[in-house]
C-alpha cells in the first residue's frame, strides 16, 4: 500500500474521523500475520459480523474465529469496545445529572440509550434524590433472551450506594411485548416491600421498548 494510503498517515494528514471503520481496525490490530494482511482481517471481521453494533457485542471466542486474528487482538478490540462504552457512560451520567423527573416520558429516553441491543433483556435503576433529581442510572443486570434477572440485593446495593431517597426500576422484553408478565408483578411487588423496609422508595417501574413504554405507576399497579 502506498504510503499516503496507509490509516496511520491518512489519520495524521486528514484526521481520525475520516477513516473507514476498515482503516481504525487495521490501526488497532497494527500488523496482520503471514499470509493475512491487517487490511485483510479487518475487512473479514466487518464482513462476518456486519455492523459496528454486532461486532461489539461479539465473544472474544467468536472474534477468534476470523482467521488470523489471536487472542492479542481479540482482547485489544474488546478493550476498545469496553472503552467507548464507559466514555458513552460517563458523557451520559453527566448530561442525565441536571434532569428532574416529574413523568416516565422524562426518563423513557435515557433508559433507551443505555440499552445496547434490544434483544437481551437490560434491567436497570435510576437513583433519585429528594427532589427527583437523578444522581445516577446504572445497569444491573444484562440477561438473556428468556431470562429475568431483578435481584433485590443487587438493586438496593446500587440506591444505598447512590443515597437515593427513591429509584425507578426499569427493564425491556425482548419481544417487544411491553405487559407485564406474572413474573413482572410479582418481582415488583418485592421491590416494593423491600423499599419499604429501606426507606427508599420504587417511584415507578417501566417496561420499554424501542418506542413505547409501560409505566406501572400510570396504570396504577404500584
Known amino acids: 500500500m502506498p504510503a499516503d494510503e496507509r490509516p496511520r498517515e491518512r489519520l495524521i494528514k486528514y484526521g481520525v474521523e475520516s477513516l473507514s471503520l476498515q482503516e481504525l481496525l487495521s490501526l488497532i490490530f497494527g500488523r496482520g500475520v503471514k499470509g493475512e494482511s491487517v487490511v485483510n482481517i479487518s475487512q473479514k471481521l466487518i464482513s462476518t459480523f456486519g455492523s459496528l453494533d454486532q461486532l461489539s457485542e461479539a465473544s472474544i471466542e467468536e472474534l477468534k474465529k476470523t482467521k488470523g486474528l489471536g487472542l492479542a487482538k ?76 431483578i435481584h433485590p440485593r443487587e438493586t438496593f446495593e446500587i440506591a444505598i450506594k447512590n443515597h437515593a431517597a427513591g429509584i425507578i426500576i426499569c427493564h425491556n422484553h425482548p419481544s417487544g411485548e411491553l405487559k407485564p408478565s406474572k413474573d413482572d408483578l410479582i418481582v415488583t411487588n418485592n421491590l416494593v416491600r423491600s423499599g419499604q423496609l429501606l426507606g427508599i422508595e420504587i417511584a415507578d417501574h417501566l417496561i420499554i421498548s424501542k418506542k413505547n413504554y409501560f409505566s406501572f405507576k400510570e396504570k396504577k399497579i404500584i
Open 74 to 149: 481479540a482482547c485489544q478490540l474488546k478493550a476498545c469496545f469496553e472503552i467507548s462504552r464507559r466514555l458513552v457512560k460517563e458523557e451520559s451520567s453527566n448530561k442525565n445529572k441536571s434532569v428532574i423527573v416529574k413523568s416516565p416520558k422524562d426518563i423513557f429516553p435515557l433508559f433507551k440509550e443505555k440499552i445496547i441491543n434490544f434483544h437481551k433483556e437490560y434491567f436497570m435503576v435510576v437513583s433519585l434524590d429528594s427532589r427527583n433529581k437523578i444522581i445516577s442510572i446504572d445497569i444491573v443486570s444484562i440477561g438473556t433472551l428468556n431470562s429475568s434477572l
